[in-house]
């Protein structure tokens, strides 16, 4: 059991270029989200997808989009990267719990550098 | 405004010695509470959760927290640490809101060292 795969660990870019961070799960989760991870600033929300179908912005939507392909797959695109998006970014998926609250199962985190 | 604060950057503790991380909210009605580890180069991993009920929850590996309704608290403790704890931890709420809207918010983070 795979849980939340993330692709790819590691990509450096150059400023102007794009690239699409892969996220799947196989737990049959409807819920999937983008967080990045910058020092001191903890992890901060992106994009998530309550389920199939939507998408919504989070805390730090600009300069990215997402893409809820299936119920397994949630990518999140740069088209145009700046140094500003250097980061580690994690995709994480949950059930959505009782009361809505959820418990996230995450990826182990793909690595960006913008030059 | 709402947040989620976790005041000690960083937190250092030898081994065998006893831990308490802090983590305090500001919220208008009590949120969902939670607390992640990180390890080095990993994802987070669920250590505990607090929704309602009995205000001191355990968790993996050790762990509890008690949530303090009067404090806004929802601290971390451990009574001995072990050097594989060396991570760094973090507090998160939901906010229970009507009308849906259950996204999950992160404190800044704490990193634990251990010394052996």
């Known amino acids: 059991n795979a849980g939340v795969t993330q692709t790819p660990k590691f990509q450096v870019l150059k400023t102007g270029q794009s690239m699409t961070l892969q996220c799947a799960q196989d737990?049959?989760?409807?819920?999937m989200y983008w967080y990045r991870q910058d020092p001191g600033m903890g992890l901060r929300l992106i994009y998530y997808?309550?389920?199939?179908?939507?998408?919504d912005k989070g805390e730090v939507p600009n300069g990215y989009n997402v893409s809820r392909l299936n119920k397994r797959e949630f990518s999140l695109r740069l088209e145009s990267a700046a140094p500003s998006q250097t980061s580690v970014y994690f995709c994480?998926?949950?059930?959505?719990?009782?009361?809505?609250?959820?418990?996230?199962?995450f990826g182990a985190g793909s690595r960006l550098t913008v030059l | 405004a709402q947040s989620v604060t976790q005041p000690d950057i960083h937190i250092t503790v030898s081994e065998g010695a006893s831990l308490e991380l802090r983590c305090n909210y500001s919220?208008?009605?009590?949120?969902?509470l939670f607390w992640y580890v990180q390890s080095p180069g990993q994802g987070l991993q669920l250590l505990l959760k607090?929704?309602?009920?009995?205000?001191l929850v355990q968790g993996i590996k050790g762990f509890e927290a008690e949530f303090k309704r009067s404090q806004s608290s929802f601290n971390l403790r451990k009574p001995s640490v072990h050097w594989s704890d060396a991570a760094e931890y973090f507090c998160?709420?939901?906010?229970?809101?009507?009308?849906?809207?259950?996204?999950?918010?992160f404190g800044t983070g704490t990193q634990l060292k251990v010394e052996l």
């Open positions: 994480a998926s949950s059930v959505q719990g009782d009361s809505g609250a959820n418990v996230l199962t």
């Open positions: 997808s309550a389920s199939e179908g939507t998408t």
């Open positions: 737990m049959n989760h409807n819920s």
């Open positions: 919220y208008g009605a009590t949120p969902y």
């Open positions: 607090y929704f309602s009920g009995d205000t």
């Open positions: 998160a709420v939901v906010p229970i809101l009507t009308g849906g809207g259950n996204k999950l918010t």
